[in-house]
């Protein structure tokens, strides 16, 4: 099944998930296996899939589906690795099995424990800290991807000017984080 999102609507809304992509998943069916690639799949309230539980109605925490449930698109590697979806699937479907083991184990879970930890580091230092791949994912990529697209439909006189004022224009896309005061 593929979903088709409105995009402008979920940036207007101030990128909330709730007006994001809906995924109903079952925890306790665990003869079925739920994968939503998105690229714009990013941590906290930013999240452009809104995943709930179709049994108990409550949204389900990031921690919990990330890399389960929905993995988040990173669209160079699938373009310049030729087995990153199968990748990325078996990624999924492991950590899937590894939820089951332990729930039918009765261990806690990690991702239960990552959200009773305080974070020891700002967003800024997170993002300085981050590797390349993550660094540009979340700071370029983004909003350079849409502007590729619209560069290859337009396809105008000088593609560079037009991307470059593409990027500008629409810089407003990528939420950075605030450098915190020495």
């Known amino acids: 099944m593929a979903v088709s999102d409105d995009y402008t609507n979920w940036a207007d809304n101030d990128c909330h998930r709730e007006v994001g992509k809906p995924l109903f998943i079952d925890q306790a069916d665990y003869g079925?296996?739920?994968?939503?690639?998105d690229d714009n799949a990013e941590e906290g309230e930013d999240c452009i899939v809104d995943v709930r539980d179709v049994i108990t109605k409550e949204i389900?925490?990031?921690n919990k589906f990330k890399n389960r449930y929905v993995v988040q698109c990173e669209p160079h590697r699938a373009i310049l690795e030729v087995d990153y979806f199968i990748k990325m699937i078996e990624m999924a479907e492991q950590n899937r099995d590894?939820?089951?083991?332990?729930?039918?184990s009765g261990q806690v879970d990690?991702?239960?424990?990552a959200n009773e930890e305080p974070e020891h580091d700002n967003e800024w230092e997170q993002l300085q800290n981050a590797s390349n791949e993550e660094y540009l994912m979340r700071t370029v990529l983004?909003?350079?991807y849409q502007g590729m697209k619209v560069l290859d439909q337009q396809r105008p006189v000088a593609p560079l000017e037009y991307l470059?004022?593409?990027l500008l224009?629409?810089?407003d896309q990528i939420k950075l984080p605030v450098k915190p005061a020495v």
């Open 32 to 37: 079925t296996q739920h994968i939503f690639f």
């Open 98 to 104: 590894d939820e089951i083991e332990r729930i039918e």
């Open 60 to 62: 389900v925490d990031y």
């Open 110 to 113: 990690p991702a239960d424990e």
């Open 142 to 144: 983004p909003v350079l």
């Open 164 to 166: 470059a004022l593409y």
């Open 169 to 171: 224009k629409h810089q």
